[in-house]
Each structure stands twice: as structure tokens, then as C-alpha cells.
């Protein structure tokens, strides 16, 4: 599994409160993503990260934002948590080594009342 | 715009039945793809991968998958399902930093 780490794994909150969530990793790889997965919609990429300060956009970012202040970590916020955004999250590891393939954390999954 | 896309959402087979499943994709450029499998309450697990190469691509548990350029496809197959077989099952291409995720398949095998 990579080492991958996600906390919490589970979390009941209130519409309008911050959330943040964290993803970690012991092995130093360089990119780093945040899935949401939601049923009929797949994984959809929510921000993904490059290096330590470095990340993107990804296709449903609206209302998230991350920060990679060292390799290992990779945190997503909810600023103000909506109805919306109660989803199952993964953090998910890229291996450059492997041509590319993807390691997936076991899962955080959010409920927002 | 990139994207995969799988065309089965639900499958139900019998014990020994064979699979497969569609995948395709609508972007150019190198082409890496892959096919994970979600058992339920559980993360993505990596089934197979294509890069290069063979086009006929062998994985865990007795999968393969076959690229075919000339129809964008990548589609996963399996000779004799088995009931552990039952899952969700995601077709995912990467290109430009980012990896696309299909829908999803959701399989259920009867005993």
C-alpha cells in the first residue's frame, strides 16, 4: 500500500464548519492527489500536488483547498463544509518508478449534516 | 477534454461465467492505462497496466485487458468469474500530470 495514511477515517460534522483532512506518506514520492468518490461519478480529482508548495487544480476543486508543506503530508480543507462534500475521500501516491501507477490510502469517509 | 469512459455500469454473471468489461478513452498523445478493483468498504487496488508494448496486458487474479488503438478501448477481461470476483471495477488513463477515472463498473457474481 505505499505507506499511505489518511485521517480520519471517519468524520460527522456540521454544514459550515472547517474540516481538514490529512494524507500521509512514508516513501518521499513527488506527487501526491485527493480523490473524491461518490456513486455514478467515479473518482473525481480534487487538487493533486507536485512538491512541497507545488499543487494544481483538479477537475472539482471548487470549495477545497490543500497544502504541502513537507513531502510527507498532504492536507485538504474544507473551508466551510456544505451538504455537498459529504463523499468518501482518498489520497492517492503516484510512483514515478512504476510508469506512473497509483497508490491508493484506505479512505476518509465525511459526512456533513 | 480528456476523459475514460466505461459503458457497463452494473454486470451480474454467474460463477464460471466470463467477463468483460468496456473501457475507452478520447485523448491522444502517449497512452497509459490502467484497470483498479474496489471491493466493497475497501481503497483502489491496481488490477493491470498498459504503457507500451504487448498489447495484451496479463494482471492479478487471472485478469487481462487489451489495448486496441484503432478503437480507443482497453477493455478488462476474465475467462471464468469466480463470486470473490464481486467488486467495482475502475478504467483509468493518465496523461498530463493528471490520471481520468471512468465510472465505474459494479460487478456481482452469483454463486
Known amino acids: 500500500d505505499a505507506g499511505i495514511t489518511q485521517s480520519p477515517r471517519h468524520k460527522v460534522t456540521e454544514t459550515g464548519t472547517p474540516v481538514t483532512l490529512r494524507c500521509h506518506q512514508t516513501e518521499n514520492h513527488r506527487y501526491m492527489y485527493w480523490y473524491r468518490q461518490d456513486p455514478g461519478h467515479g473518482l473525481r480529482l480534487i487538487h493533486y500536488s507536485y512538491g512541497v508548495k507545488d499543487t494544481d487544480k483538479g477537475e472539482v476543486s471548487d470549495g477545497y483547498s490543500v497544502s504541502r508543506s513537507k513531502t510527507e503530508d498532504f492536507l485538504l480543507t474544507l473551508e466551510s463544509a456544505t451538504s455537498s462534500q459529504t463523499s468518501v475521500y482518498f489520497c492517492a501516491i503516484r510512483v514515478d518508478r512504476t510508469y506512473n501507477e497509483q497508490f491508493f490510502g484506505p479512505g476518509t469517509r465525511l459526512t456533513v449534516l | 477534454a480528456q476523459s475514460v469512459s466505461q459503458h457497463n455500469h452494473h454486470v451480474i454473471l454467474s460463477e464460471a461465467a466470463s467477463l468483460e468489461l468496456g473501457c475507452n478513452y478520447s485523448?491522444?498523445?502517449?497512452?497509459?492505462l490502467f484497470w483498479y478493483v474496489q471491493y466493497p468498504g475497501q481503497h483502489l487496488q491496481l488490477l493491470l497496466k498498459y504503457f507500451s508494448g504487448d498489447p495484451l496486458v496479463k494482471g492479478i487474479k487471472g485478469f487481462e485487458a487489451e489495448f486496441i488503438k484503432s478503437k480507443f478501448s482497453f477493455n478488462l477481461r476474465k475467462p471464468s468469474v469466480q463470486w470473490s470476483d464481486t467488486a467495482e471495477y475502475f478504467c483509468?488513463?493518465?496523461?498530463?500530470?493528471?490520471?481520468?477515472f471512468g465510472t465505474g463498473t459494479s460487478l456481482t457474481v452469483i454463486p
Open positions: 483509468a488513463g493518465y496523461t498530463g500530470n493528471q490520471f481520468y
Open positions: 485523448y491522444g498523445g502517449t497512452v497509459n
